[in-house]
């Protein structure tokens, strides 16, 4: 091995105590004082691997490793350092550790990468505090909304109060932003947090795309009434309406056994939510999610016809809201390959798959070509205190990421020199 295993786990258990909560559990807000204290501690890790380290103006933590073409688009790789509320050591955490072990282990080595290298945490991916998440990396990328500054928390504390508070000069954002072409390639390495290749007994799998969701919420009105008085041929219960559409979301999205697609109803409410009342209204979503956007779109459509069929069934009347809708993003062929050759060196075959989840990867794609390792967690559970992956697991992931960043380097220099 390349890289440090044991090193590497030192680095995960350290960082497992701060914000740590009861047994295994993190909690690690965005722009908190917990942040901050991570921050210190990788950023020393990062200066020990020969890095410069910087916070820029949205949050993030960056170490560089200059090259020798100092101009180069960089290579980045990285993850985020915060944490669900009540979340897991890993998800992340895996990433940013991954991306601080892989430039030191080639500092180690004596290796002067040809392209400046940059390992990233980005602020605020998991999205709780401030009701959006993804901020660090839709920031670099020129991405933000207008009104991102002025969301608060729950007490009451702005975006831009919490950036101050954590050292950030928010008035000078635009000077964080990474211009077209400034970054080559990224490489996210992450925990799975499903539970495929535990199934398929591989340590690591090769990211194919991430998932686009499009996700919506269905109102359906039909009218209260007594639920001992009302003959059942004379009601409208908006309720029965809704159970016919969960049945069928999940019909639909099953129609390829083999296929991607998920959808989930992971939200209902029903008014005047009373034991004896027939529900006049009820509410909830629907969470679809595709790597192919043609399905994903038709079986959205199927979805929308049932909603208005059986609305018209039960006498109900229905709106549909569209709360998110994103394309799906693909890796980029050549970082797969890579990854695929790299891993047959190391005598693995690692499963191609599709992340359902997001990550700051599907953001940095617009600004780059990017690639993911997934590693294998256990049971597949994620932004729980139960999450876990083993250090060797961990430890292959990083050293995979090492050999192809070291084979990335090469490409991106290959193209600097046919410019010139
Ligand atoms: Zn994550």
């Not at 059942?232 to 999205?253: C, F, K, S, T, Y």
């Not at 599709?354 to 990550?359: A, D, K």
Request: aromatic share 8%; with cysteine; proline share 5%.
């Amino acid at each position: 091995m390349n890289i440090n295993p044991k090193r590497l786990a030192e680095h995960f258990d350290i960082l497992s105590q701060y914000g740590k909560i009861g047994e295994n559990g993190i909690c690690r807000p965005t722009l908190s004082r917990i942040e901050k204290e991570t921050f210190e501690i990788v950023s020393k890790w990062m200066r020990e691997a020969g890095m410069s380290v910087r916070i820029d103006n949205f949050g993030n933590l960056i170490g560089r490793l200059e090259g020798k073409w100092a101009n180069a688009p960089v290579l980045m790789m990285g993850s985020h350092l915060d944490s669900q509320p009540y979340g897991g050591r890993f998800d992340g955490v895996s990433g940013v550790l991954a991306g601080v072990e892989v430039a030191k282990a080639m500092t180690e080595q004596g290796i002067i990468p040809d392209v400046p290298i940059e390992v990233i945490s980005f602020c605020d991916e998991e999205s709780w505090r401030f009701k959006k998440g993804l901020f660090g990396s839709r920031g670099i990328a020129g991405m933000l909304e207008p009104d991102e500054l002025s969301r608060k928390d729950k007490d009451g504390v702005s975006r831009e109060q919490a950036l101050r508070e954590f050292g950030c000069h928010p008035e000078y954002l635009q000077e964080s932003i990474y211009p077209p072409g400034k970054i080559g390639a990224y490489f996210e390495l992450h925990i799975e947090q499903g539970p495929v290749l535990e199934s398929l007994q591989q340590p690591l799998g090769i990211v194919t795309g991430i998932a686009g969701p499009s996700w919506f919420t269905i109102t359906l009105e039909g009218f209260a009434g007594h639920a001992g008085s009302v003959p059942m041929h004379l009601r409208q219960d908006a309720l029965l309406g809704a159970a016919e559409i969960v049945i069928a979301v999940n019909r639909i999205v099953r129609q390829e056994p083999q296929s991607s697609t998920v959808g989930t109803v992971g939200s209902l409410r029903v008014f005047p939510d009373s034991p004896n009342i027939i529900p006049e209204k009820v509410e909830f979503t629907v969470d679809l999610r595709d790597v192919d956007k043609i399905r994903r779109d038709l079986y959205e459509k199927q979805i929308k016809d049932i909603v208005a069929q059986t609305a018209k069934t039960y006498n109900l009347s229905y709106t549909i809201q569209q709360d998110m809708k994103n394309d799906p993003r693909y890796c980029t062929d050549w970082m797969m390959q890579i990854l695929h050759d790299e891993s047959s060196n190391m005598s693995l075959s690692c499963p191609e798959l599709m992340s359902g989840p997001f990550h700051d990867a599907v953001i940095m794609s617009y600004l780059a070509d990017f690639a993911m390792i997934f590693v294998r967690c256990k049971d597949g559970i994620s932004h729980n205190p139960a999450e876990f992956a083993t250090s060797e697991d961990l430890s292959l992931g990083t050293e995979l990421l090492f050999r192809a960043a070291l084979r990335t380097i090469e490409k991106l220099t290959d193209k600097i020199v046919n410019c010139v």
